[in-house]
């Protein structure tokens, strides 16, 4: 699946996306942070307060508990600052 | 409908104006707004500042936050420019136009789509100050203008 980070998630994890497989006992958004959080203390400072994460399924706002699948794009970013 | 523009280069107000008016005669006002960098955040002065954002899901969301304001008030067109990039104080950053017959549809739905772009758009602010760069936080106070639009 492809994984994208904008902004400080981008910096603290060092790309601004990658591929991974999704492993099979994942199946939520949150289940898909954790599993990137024990990748390396990057990931875990960029997913450390999760009140400042936001999530894009296929550029589409969902909550942690959505469900996702190998074909996803999922893309992890700050609250936005626009405007 | 209203055009909707992610760009990096700087757009200009009146060009932008002159081409959604043509040769229509039925527009009884135009509300346009345009965000410019300030060279101060708090007791900070701005040097630069960096906008990043997400192609693609940017204009989407642009396009649905003018297809919502469209549903909710009598519009006779609009245009919408986000920049992205490096900025520095004085530089233009959004420009929201709406035109309408009459003028409290185009005041309160320029009102509507700058506040929802703040919350909702995948813009991110980074300013560079004499004493580092940092990302701006979102503020409390910009969700409860989006909020106080729902119904």
């Known amino acids: 699946m492809d994984l994208l980070y904008f902004a400080h998630v981008r910096e603290n994890i060092g790309c601004s996306s990658e591929q991974i497989s999704l492993p099979d006992n994942i199946s939520d958004v949150r289940g898909l942070m954790d599993h990137l959080r024990a990748k390396g203390r990057n990931y875990h400072s960029a997913f450390e307060n999760e009140d400042i994460i936001r999530v894009a399924v296929n550029q589409l706002y969902v909550n942690f508990d959505h469900v996702i699948s190998e074909k996803d794009e999922i893309a992890f970013f700050p609250p936005m600052t626009g405007g | ?151």
């Open chain 2, 1 to 151: 409908m209203m055009k909707v523009l992610v760009q990096e280069h700087d757009f200009n107000i009146t060009a932008e104006i002159a081409g959604l008016i043509g040769k229509r005669t039925d527009i009884g006002g135009i509300v346009t707004f345009t965000g410019l960098v300030r060279d101060f955040h708090g007791s900070h002065k701005i040097q630069k500042m960096t906008l990043e954002h997400f192609p693609g899901m940017a204009e989407k969301q642009l396009e649905a936050i003018c297809k919502t304001a469209q549903e909710r008030w009598p519009l006779l067109g609009g245009t919408v420019i986000h920049r992205y990039g490096q900025l520095f104080p004085g530089d233009q950053i959004v420009l929201v136009i709406t035109l309408s017959a009459h003028r409290e549809a185009a005041f309160e739905a320029a009102s509507f789509i700058m506040d929802w772009l703040k919350t909702d758009a995948p813009f991110w602010k980074k300013e560079e100050t004499l004493s580092g760069a940092h990302w701006v936080d979102a503020k409390d106070a910009d969700t409860l203008k989006t909020k106080k639009w729902q119904k």
